[in-house]
């Protein structure tokens, strides 16, 4: 006959590896969640984007805007760099939150780098550049650091393949 403290030890025993299955899972369950919510906002970047650039491809007015207003945002009329800078803020706005999500590790460093290389060509084009010196107190003082050491350690690019941009084009 089995002696009542065996019984309770074998009971201890069983139950503390069950807890320590328990938790195992729960960790593999945490990093599935956290490399899946870094995915998802990723794609919600990308797309984000996406959707923008689809905007500028598909109207000429505002592709002819964007186009100038990269290399002399002075010479664009009010309502165009109304429009430029709107348009400007929208995309910086979304890589001010990605910029946040990456230095808390909620965003992929390589998807980051991407990021950062836009960031860097576009806004290294003078009249972006204007731009960004002029409305960067609308960001976090983190990001608006951030972006100003990127253009510092960047040059300015001779040109955009993705907008068929080249200063050649452009008296800068």
């Not at 000429?60 to 002075?74: K, N, P, T, Y």
């Not at 550049?129 to 960047?154: G, I, M, Q, T």
Request: glycine letters at 6%.
């Amino acid at each position: 006959m089995m002696n009542w403290d065996a019984i309770g030890a074998a009971g201890e025993v069983f139950g503390g590896i069950a807890v320590l299955i328990s938790i195992v899972y729960l960790a593999i369950q945490v990093k599935q969640n956290t490399e899946e919510n870094r995915v998802l906002r990723a794609q919600g970047l990308v797309a984000a984007n996406a959707d923008a650039n689809a905007l500028i491809a598909n109207n000429s007015e505002l592709s002819e805007i964007v186009r100038a207003g990269m290399f002399d945002f002075d010479a664009l009329s009010e309502t165009e760099q109304f429009r430029f800078s709107t348009l400007f803020f929208s995309f910086m706005s979304k890589y001010d939150f990605a910029y946040h999500q990456r230095i808390t590790g909620r965003l992929d460093e390589q998807f980051w780098e991407r990021t950062a290389y836009d960031i860097r060509v576009f806004l290294n084009l003078p009249g972006a550049n204007r731009w960004w010196h002029r409305d960067k107190p609308r960001y976090s003082p983190e990001f608006a650091a951030y972006v100003d050491e990127l253009l510092s350690s960047s040059k300015i690019p001779q040109e955009v393949p993705t907008f068929g941009l080249s200063s050649k084009d452009h008296d800068t």
